[in-house]
């Protein structure tokens, strides 16, 4: 009996099987895919996104289902239709909150992942841009729904970001008005913002994820000793260094899935507005056409971008200076030509430079966190050139570099702050005494890079001798 | 001298995040140039438990506060679990004011009658009460005080140059402002801190003060409607993602213990 159902049931899954590539396809890709052995706990927000992505996708389903978008109803629909009068909605609607900036959580932490142990590297460059274009419309997505709930800060959030475009001069606001729809941030506004937000954006994050996994499979996983595994391969041709994705990562991104959801409802149970970092507390507020908030800012994921538009006293060009980060991160490996891909085999300066990169996004996150005053925008304006020195910098570190070299750079970098400098006083933009108390900034960060680079030659020096083989195993090396 | 030993290898990390750090707080001086002296809000402890100060709270906010604010954000039939009661008492002790049971709660006033009265449409209290912490709310509820320069003759603590009229002057009385030299928007001005009776109303301040804390109590209870399910669904659920946690690190420990770092033999693939 047993045997009979048992040989029934082969008998269906294999007429599909014949038909669609299912079992092939679950062995060439998943327990049979090679994985190097020695991923670290990095490695685990990659899997963790794309569990956020289906978590978003479903919660945003029921939202989807019983939301208005109508200025007249969406705010109540929220509030009241979602929030209260729909069995369970507060805890979808939550989930969905908090699914977002946890979402920016993970892809943040991945990218840098990726940036650490050179992952966009050859042969990784299409995987590495497809990433971006990931968080780019990740970045669209998350603009997007952040209107829906039609609160003051949404509003006035989408109102500051379609008038971006109106520094494009004399063309500028027939678009802004094209995209909105109307004059102002308006009905018209809102029916296509939730139309791209369900519909148009998913599909496109959901393709450009299978274009980024498709790619991955294609060139293989990297991994923090940077060590091709596919060069050293058994009589079999399995990557000596690698272990079959499953079951070897499946459980480990079993273990990583159940410590993420402790963290996340956590914060889903008892803390959904987090702090009101995940949800503004003036967004509890219904959108008021009349009424300005007097500080207008986007939620935390984009504090950093915030800075940078703030920053420069131009909106084009503060335009063009956070739009500019983006191509920065998507030039990563033109910038960085640098044979050795982890960090851990590169020299004292480039590891001092990956952490500067860090810490200056965070600290310009903090800054545009605070109130716009002068004193913000300055920091703002010389964080921002610290952040882009740190990718600058990077072409430095492509090879050893003559002394001759290096002073060339460090002068080519201070010219280049003072310029930027020289043109902050030309236009009068802030005090003399706020931009000469702040100016050290980038000067020093410049000087400390390119200054340690020529006095001691060994920091500017890449490990001796790369592994071949990988150096540990497991998740806790 | 060997590379790993060079104390510098380390160095310029640490000046470079001692600089950053140097900056920061500097950084953080910038909220001087907006700073306005916050007065203290007084402190306030609220029992969701508590029927008797829901009912209360209920009752006021329901007979004299909808007459000017609406609170959208529930409707008369989701309350009577709240406040313990059942449809007929509900209906009894605190009433629809007209509307259906099952209706959201709206202003009593027509909007061209609050345009003529106080010119700006009083906000819906079912965010206010999500916006504001308790603390803030039972210090703007008990800190009305007179400021003839205001077209309604009131001001408050808790909110400067507010519009909302003193509504609770037959109940509290009026009250006169504690006035200090402070901050407003970083320049000096006279800042109000606090309150003191000038006038007596019909009730004592203690029974006042009991009041303004069940109209908070009702109106948390309200903008937080489902504090209870989360702390008790809370629990489980996480606990049992600690579970899974500790399980699947066992899994995990299991399968890995094979897998050894130097060693050619721990897989043999295509066996």
């Known amino acids: ?477 | 001298m060997t590379k790993q030993n060079s104390p510098l290898r380390r160095h310029p990390i640490a000046l470079v995040l001692a600089a950053w750090l140097a900056a920061s707080f500097s950084a953080a001086a910038a909220w001087a140039s907006v700073a306005t002296t916050q007065p203290p809000l007084k402190p306030i402890t609220i029992n969701l438990q508590d029927k008797a100060a829901l009912r209360n709270g209920a009752l006021y906010t329901l007979h004299m506060c909808t007459a000017c604010h609406s609170l959208q954000g529930v409707r008369y039939s989701s309350l009577r679990r709240m406040l313990g009661m059942s449809e007929a008492q509900f209906k009894e002790v605190i009433g629809t004011n007209g509307h259906h049971y099952h209706d959201t709660i709206t202003s009593s006033m027509p909007s061209s009658v609050i345009d003529a009265f106080v010119k700006i449409l009083p906000p819906d209290l079912t965010y206010i009460a999500r916006r504001h912490s308790p603390a803030f709310l039972y210090t703007y509820l008990t800190s009305f005080y007179v400021d003839p320069s205001r077209p309604n003759g009131v001001n408050n603590v808790a909110f400067n140059n507010v519009a909302m009229p003193d509504v609770f002057a037959s109940l509290q009385g009026l009250q006169k402002p504690v006035m200090t030299q402070g901050l407003r928007y970083g320049s000096p001005a006279q800042v109000a801190i606090g309150v003191e009776p000038l006038t007596k109303g019909s009730m004592t301040q203690a029974q006042f003060d009991r009041t303004a804390r069940d109209i908070v109590t009702f109106l948390y209870a309200v903008a937080h409607p489902h504090e209870q399910e989360r702390s008790r669904l809370g629990p489980w659920i996480i606990g049992l993602f600690v579970l899974l946690s500790v399980l699947t690190y066992l899994i995990y420990r299991l399968y890995w213990r094979r897998v050894v770092s130097t060693e050619e033999r721990w897989w043999k693939v295509g066996k």
């Not at chain 1, 991994?223 to 079959?244: C, F, K, L, Q, Y």
């Not at chain 1, 340690?452 to 001798?465: E, G, R």
Request: charged share 10%; aromatic share 18%.
């Open chain 1, 1 to 477: 009996m047993n045997s009979n159902i048992r040989s029934w049931a082969r008998g269906v899954f294999g007429w599909f099987d014949d038909r669609l590539p299912i079992s092939a396809t679950w062995r060439s890709q998943v327990s049979r895919y090679p994985a190097p052995k020695n991923f670290n706990l990095w490695y685990i927000f990659g899997s963790l996104a794309l569990l956020v992505l289906v978590l978003q996708l479903a919660t945003g389903l029921f939202l989807a289902i019983h939301y208005q978008p109508n200025p007249h109803l969406a705010y109540w629909s929220v509030l009241r239709g979602i929030q209260r009068d729909s069995r369970w909605g507060w805890l979808i609607r939550d989930m969905h909150v908090v699914g977002a900036s946890a979402f920016f959580v993970l892809v943040y932490l991945h990218m840098y992942r990726g940036i650490m142990y050179g992952s966009y590297k050859k042969p990784r460059e299409l995987l590495w841009l497809v990433g971006i274009f990931i968080y780019l419309a990740l970045a669209a997505e998350a603009f997007l729904g952040y209107l829906l709930p039609w609160g003051q800060m949404s509003y006035w959030g989408s109102a500051v970001v379609t008038n971006f475009v109106t520094a494009v001069p004399v063309i500028g606001k027939p678009i802004a008005t094209w995209l909105r729809g109307s004059f102002v941030v308006d009905l018209p506004t809102l029916n296509r913002f939730f139309v791209f937000h369900v519909f148009l954006m998913p599909i496109l994050l959901l393709a450009l994820v299978l274009v980024h996994l498709i790619a991955l499979h294609h060139v293989g996983s990297n991994n923090p000793d940077g060590v091709e595994i596919h060069d050293n391969v058994n009589e079999t041709s399995w990557p000596r260094d690698a272990v079959p994705f499953h079951p070897y990562y499946t459980v480990k991104d079993l273990f990583a899935v159940s410590i993420f959801f402790v963290v996340f409802f956590w914060f889903v149970f008892y803390n959904p507005s987090g702090w009101g970092f995940l949800l503004d507390k003036l967004n509890y507020t219904p959108a008021n056409i009349l009424h300005t908030p007097a500080d207008i800012h986007p939620l935390w994921f984009f504090l950093p971008f915030y800075a940078m538009l703030r920053g420069v006293p131009d909106k084009l060009y503060g335009i063009m200076t956070f739009a500019g980060s983006f191509a920065l991160l998507a030039c990563l490996p033109i910038l960085d030509r640098n044979p050795v891909r982890s960090i851990r085999y590169r020299s004292t300066l480039y590891k001092v430079n990956i952490l500067a990169m860090a810490f200056s996004f965070l600290w310009l996150g903090l800054i545009a966190h605070g109130l716009a005053t002068e004193h913000n925008m300055v920091y703002g304006l010389h964080v921002t050139e610290v952040f882009y020195m740190t990718f600058f910098a990077l072409p430095f570190f492509n090879r050893r570099r003559t002394i001759r070299t290096k002073v060339i750079w460090l002068l080519a970098a201070e010219a280049l702050v003072g310029l930027i400098d020289l043109w902050m006083y030309s236009i009068h933009a802030h005090s003399w005494g706020l931009m000469l108390l702040t100016d050290w900034i980038p000067a020093l960060y410049a000087l400390l890079l390119f200054g340690l680079a020529i006095v001691f030659p060994a920091l500017t020096h890449d490990a001796a001798k790369l592994p071949e083989r990988l150096t540990a195993g497991g998740i806790f090396h």
